[in-house]
């Protein structure tokens, strides 16, 4: 906290915005709230609509959900029973093709980098969490909160109706890693590029390929998201 030291007035929301910006652009996590607002030397409820202004622009993360990660949605259960990943995966073709158009609008530089850096997989690190991350990424991006909490809804009845369905999991292949990275990359420029068309329709060509997976291990008697 000693590197900077921004000057903020005692209720000035653009000078508190200013010095949170400061404290980003020095690189590193930003403190935790109540010690932030200690060092600016404001109270937490002006610190608070400062954040918010900042993740509305897209120049902050989302604030951490408070329910645990792994509990289901409502009505999560019924949603697993009825349904299976081939449903999934049409229901997502019809959503992130639209919502990759709209990360390529409204995403903000903080936005774009983070979807760039997702969209490669790095060495030993788990595959699903990561093409969830990166997926995740574009949906926030796309600046609609009613979309974005329906997508990890779905997502979610995703990976519980693979693992009802399944009775073993697909091996996680390299090749098919690089290949999957090779598609994120192309949805990640098209969107750095402010190029709706070109996002969309590359999401839709990796859906597509995630699709004829399913239908082949489906086949095989073997199910993967």
């Known amino acids: 906290m000693s590197a900077f030291e921004p000057q903020v007035g005692p209720s000035d929301l653009d000078d508190i915005i200013a010095a949170v910006r400061q404290l980003q652009q020095g690189g590193g996590k930003l403190p935790s709230e109540r010690d932030l607002a200690e060092h600016l030397s404001v109270k937490r409820h002006q610190l608070r609509k400062a954040l918010e202004v900042l993740r509305l622009s897209g120049d902050l993360k989302p604030a951490r959900a408070r329910r645990a990660p792994t509990a289901l949605p409502r009505y999560g259960e019924e949603l697993v029973r009825v349904t299976n990943p081939i449903e999934v995966l049409e229901l997502r073709l019809i959503m992130e093709p639209g919502l990759a158009r709209l990360a390529s609008l409204r995403a903000s530089s903080f936005e774009t980098a983070r979807i760039l850096d997702a969209a490669t997989t790095p060495e030993n690190?788990?595959?699903?969490?990561?093409?969830?991350?990166?997926?995740?990424?574009?949906?926030?991006?796309?600046?609609?909160?009613?979309?974005?909490?329906?997508?990890?809804?779905?997502?979610?009845?995703?990976?519980?109706?693979?693992?009802?369905?399944?009775?073993?999991?697909?091996?996680?292949?390299?090749?098919?890693?690089?290949?999957?990275?090779?598609?994120?990359?192309?949805?990640?420029?098209?969107?750095?590029?402010?190029?709706?068309?070109?996002?969309?329709?590359?999401?839709?060509?990796?859906?597509?390929?995630?699709?004829?997976?399913?239908?082949?291990?489906?086949?095989?008697?073997?199910?993967?998201?």
Not at 139 to 144: D, L, P
Not at 157 to 184: F, L, M, Q, S, Y
């Open 125 to 225: 690190a788990p595959s699903g969490e990561v093409d969830f991350a990166f997926h995740l990424a574009i949906v926030a991006a796309a600046r609609n909160h009613l979309a974005a909490e329906f997508y990890k809804m779905l997502r979610q009845v995703g990976v519980d109706a693979r693992v009802k369905v399944a009775r073993t999991a697909a091996p996680t292949c390299p090749k098919r890693i690089a290949h999957r990275d090779g598609e994120h990359r192309l949805i990640a420029e098209a969107i750095s590029q402010r190029d709706p068309e070109a996002a969309e329709a590359a999401m839709r060509a990796h859906l597509l390929s995630v699709q004829r997976q399913i239908m082949e291990r489906s086949n095989a008697g073997a199910f993967a998201a």
